[in-house]
């Protein structure tokens, strides 16, 4: 029988966050598996598909995980090729000095106040079996060492909390030494990969994307009729229809976007934002129903599923004979291009260096991946006068932005989303100075712990950031909250809707699309969302 | 494995009770999982699980709920192309509730 659906605590609840330390030792204190803090096992059909070991029927709450015999031998091999692989493994498991100025930074240990989502203890459950395998000191003096045995209640430990953590990195802009904790996860999650043991949410999007491209398994013509719906909404809007192009041959730049874009509300809108820019700046661009996600849900498998699935984007622009791609606002999928596309495929030489059709600016930081994050694309055009702008049809949001972990940390990327908005709003306030840029708080829900099971582990990990949001709200009244990355569209609607509920959600290029002046326009009357304009009506009735 | 009993037969479903096999479902299948969550199927709920189903094969994933709405609005009129209608029918909400009982699996990713 299917278990009883969980409900998920209030927020007054929620909100009472125990940081009492248990009384025993952390290595006897057994991992528990309360429904709504994790997510179902991985579909065997879904490991099949990708040819991933062990499939078949299991969940994390059951006793038996169905693993091999020999599992143990599995685990331990397959840390040992990853330490001699990865420099930065064994090196994370050899220099922490325990000082724990992590632990308070993880927006999970602060949501939650289970100590073993501190990242320093989170990574000690790998660390404590390095030493008894790998070291010296932990093979001769075992538990005295910090060393102990890997055994299945060890490895189950390991599977609950590397799926609770969001490899988002807050916690290594606070490490003296710079340890990556979200390297350990990385590592730990292939681990638990070697034995089919995978969430459901990731495996799916997985297998979808290495059949069908996208993580949601649209099928060409689904996007097609999507974009097309977008279309008919523009069109109602602005009274100009769009009609793009699709897998089209010869076509100078090549967008991807992720998935989610396509499908889901608030992403649509967003996407509406890129189809009415590209259109007047009459962007020779096209679509692709093959490379169709710019995401990877395998980046949160292991390294070899990621570098399988990302490179379609790559195959699809050599394909289409494209100069270079341009890529929508996604989080993860720029950490990829930009910190793993080289290591993984070298550089994309087949493609030009990326140039701006409009304004003729080079991106010279894209020289070796030759793709280009739309928001940096259209701050370009802002800076050089490209655009004709009207800011005050965002004046009925006062908007705060969120910067993405992936985009933040994992590429520098501040300026250019402030820029924009700012740009093409005139009510922007930020949260409070130690939640955003580099010490971003984390949404709660990425590295594809975006599912619904494990609701109430997303909204504790999600509150440090629904808390900034809130005070912001407070203080200024802010009502929107931008960002530029599909997970967050998605999982921060879900936080607000709990935490904050007057605060609605949206992506960078849905203000860009409110505010753009296009050449033949009616007078817009409403906003992407289809909602009326306010002071419009007003203005009706002056005349 | 998690399994419905309807029939004599076991059902396979996933741990939210989505049917694993959608050659499983039939009308009589759908009544069944509604009357466990007592509620009974009208002719209202049947127009949406029929749209449904009509969507799902021709585009081979349940419709966002924008779609649903907009779909349903020009078929059937505002007062049912409304998300207040539709929650009203589905109180666990349309995405989820109706295509569970469509037999649709439900949409992952970044959604």
């Not at chain 1, 922490?96 to 308070?104: E, L, P, T």
């Not at chain 1, 060409?220 to 909404?233: A, G, K, L």
């Not at chain 2, 539709?86 to 649709?104: E, I, N, S, V, W």
């Amino acid at each position: 029988m299917a278990k009883a659906k969980t409900k998920t605590p209030k927020p007054e609840e929620l909100a009472k966050i125990d940081y009492s330390p248990p009384e025993k030792h952390w290595t006897e204190v057994p991992v528990e598996f309360r429904p709504g803090t994790y997510c179902y096992g991985a579909r065997p059909k879904y490991l099949e598909e990708v040819d991933m070991p062990n499939p078949r029927e299991w969940q994390p709450y059951e006793d038996d995980w169905k693993l091999p015999e020999n599992w143990k031998e599995i685990v331990l091999e397959g840390m040992e090729d990853r330490l001699n692989k990865y420099r930065t493994f064994r090196l994370f498991m050899d220099i922490c000095v325990r000082c724990g100025a992590c632990a308070d930074k993880c927006h999970f240990f602060i949501g939650s106040g289970d100590p073993k989502n501190m990242p320093v203890l989170r990574a000690e459950l790998v660390r404590s079996v390095y030493r008894k395998y790998f070291t010296t000191g932990g093979k001769l003096f075992g538990k005295k060492a910090g060393a102990r045995e890997l055994t299945m209640d060890v490895f189950k430990e390991w599977w609950y909390y590397f799926y609770q953590c969001t490899e988002c990195r807050r916690c290594s802009v606070f490490c003296p030494y710079g340890i990556d904790t979200a390297e350990i996860t990385i590592m730990g999650r292939e681990l638990t990969n070697l034995l089919g043991c995978n969430t459901d949410w990731i495996a799916g999007p997985v297998a979808n994307c290495y059949h069908k491209g996208n993580h949601l398994g649209l099928e060409p013509h689904t996007i097609q009729s999507n974009i097309e719906m977008m279309c008919d909404d523009i069109e109602e809007i602005t009274g100009i229809r769009i009609e793009p192009t699709f897998n089209r041959k010869g076509a100078e730049i090549l967008f991807v976007t992720p998935s989610g874009d396509l499908f889901g509300v608030p992403g649509v809108y967003t996407c509406m934002g890129y189809l009415m820019l590209f259109h007047e700046l009459g962007l020779d661009y096209t679509w692709s129903t093959y490379a169709s996600e710019g995401g990877n849900f395998g980046f949160f498998t292991s390294n070899e599923m990621a570098r399988r699935l990302h490179y379609k984007i790559y195959a699809e622009a050599k394909r289409l004979g494209v100069k270079w791609i341009l890529g929508g606002e996604c989080g993860h999928m720029w950490r990829l291009i930009h910190q793993y596309l080289d290591t993984w495929w070298g550089p994309a030489d087949f493609l030009e260096v990326p140039k701006s059709p409009i304004t003729g600016t080079v991106f010279e930081n894209a020289k070796s991946t030759k793709m280009v994050h739309v928001v940096e694309f259209t701050a370009d055009l802002i800076r050089h006068g490209k655009l004709k702008l009207d800011p005050s049809r965002n004046d009925h949001l006062r908007v705060t932005f969120h910067d993405s972990c992936n985009t933040s940390r994992g590429m520098g990327f501040f300026e250019e989303p402030r820029y924009v908005i700012k740009n093409v709003c005139n009510h922007f306030y930020e949260m409070p100075e130690n939640t955003i840029r580099e010490k971003t708080f984390c949404c709660g829900s990425g590295s594809g712990l975006n599912a619904s099971e494990n609701m109430e582990i997303r909204m504790r990990g999600g509150f440090p950031r629904a808390n900034a949001v809130r005070h912001v709200n407070q203080k200024y009244g802010v009502n929107m909250l931008a960002n530029v990355c599909a997970i967050d569209r998605a999982a921060l609607t879900t936080l607000m809707q709990y935490w904050v509920p007057d605060v609605e959600v949206c992506g960078v290029h849905e203000l860009v699309g409110n505010a753009l002046v296009m050449t033949g326009e009616t007078e817009r009357t409403m906003d992407l969302r289809l909602e009326e304009l306010p002071g419009k009506e007003e203005e009706e009735e002056d005349v | 494995m998690a399994t419905i009993e309807f029939q004599g037969k076991q059902i396979e479903v996933d741990e939210e009770g989505y049917l694993q096999n959608l050659d499983d479902w039939s009308p009589e299948l759908a009544n069944y999982m509604a009357q466990q969550d007592g509620l009974e199927l009208t002719d209202e709920h049947w127009e949406i699980i029929n749209f449904l189903r009509d969507y799902y094969n021709k585009y081979q994933i349940a419709p966002m709920i924008k779609i649903l709405v907009k779909e349903i609005k020009k078929t059937m009129g505002p007062d049912k192309g409304n998300t207040k209608y539709l929650y009203q029918l589905f109180p666990d909400g349309p995405a989820k509730q109706a295509c569970r009982y469509a037999g649709l699996p439900k949409p992952t990713g970044c959604v």
